[in-house]
């Protein structure tokens, strides 16, 4: 089915070690980002790319690092996770229009680091 | 930098009763895009409706409509007939129009409760 996978649902990871989040989409889209969400913060901008090879940084980028190969795929990697990194994280896409066109997001990933 | 601002950290509304929920943002910018995005408990982003600053008529999806007031920098989410199912988190989000990169910058969120 067409749409935007992230994976995996949740991960339960310890401080300082390196864990990758994986965000997949189907629809071709040139946009691709990451947020994290927290309480009090609503969704904040992690990274985000607007094609393939070409990232940059969002509102929160320290402690995180992102690749785009490829247009379908944007992971996000913790290289030495900390606590303060324990969040829920969104990966979205949008087409490469102007407009109102909005982002699609994916179902999230619950990190917790012990 | 834009900032967008939900001063109700949360709300509650009766079973087909009317709720509105508030936002305000801060831009220099004159060109720009509106969203109201609902989380429910299973965590996804479901986009409810959305408004471009360009346009006088306030956005409408069904029984969910907008209060778009573009000198007040207001926009707030009206929803009519409310049911147990709009139940959730509701997140204001701004897009510039002018700005590289199609990012969305989000409100706290908040949260809607319904009374049965």
């Known amino acids: 089915d067409a749409g935007i996978t992230q994976s995996p649902r949740y991960k339960i990871t310890e401080t300082g070690r390196q864990v990758t989040l994986m965000c997949h989409q189907t629809?071709?889209?040139?946009?691709m980002f990451w947020y994290r969400q927290d309480l009090g913060h609503g969704l904040r901008l992690i990274y985000y790319s607007a094609a393939a090879d070409i990232t940059d940084k969002g509102e929160v980028p320290d402690g995180y690092v992102v690749s785009r190969s490829k247009t379908e795929n944007f992971p996000l990697t913790l290289e030495s996770a900390t606590r303060s990194q324990t969040s829920v994280y969104f990966c979205?896409?949008?087409?490469?229009?102007?407009?109102?066109?909005?982002?699609?997001f994916g179902d999230g990933t619950r990190l917790s680091i012990l | 930098a834009q900032t967008v601002t939900q001063s109700q950290p949360e709300m509650s509304v009766q079973e087909a009763e009317t709720v509105t929920l508030s936002c305000t943002y801060d831009?220099?910018?004159?060109?720009?895009?509106l969203f109201w995005y609902k989380q429910p408990p299973s965590r996804q982003m479901i986009l409810v409706i959305r408004?471009?600053?360009?346009?006088?008529q306030n956005a409408t999806e069904n029984r969910f409509s907008v209060n778009f007031q573009k000198a007040a920098k207001s926009f707030s989410l009206k929803i009519s007939d409310s049911q147990l199912g709009d139940a959730a988190m509701y997140f204001c989000?701004?897009?510039?129009?002018?700005?590289?990169?199609?990012?969305?910058?989000f409100g706290a969120g908040t949260i809607l409760r319904v009374k049965s």
């Open positions: 629809w071709s889209h040139s946009y």
């Open positions: 408004q471009e600053a360009y346009k006088q």
């Open positions: 831009t220099s910018e004159s060109d720009y895009y």
């Open positions: 989000a701004y897009r510039s129009d002018m700005e590289y990169g199609n990012k969305l910058v």
């Open positions: 979205a896409s949008s087409e490469f229009v102007q407009g109102n066109q909005p982002q699609h």
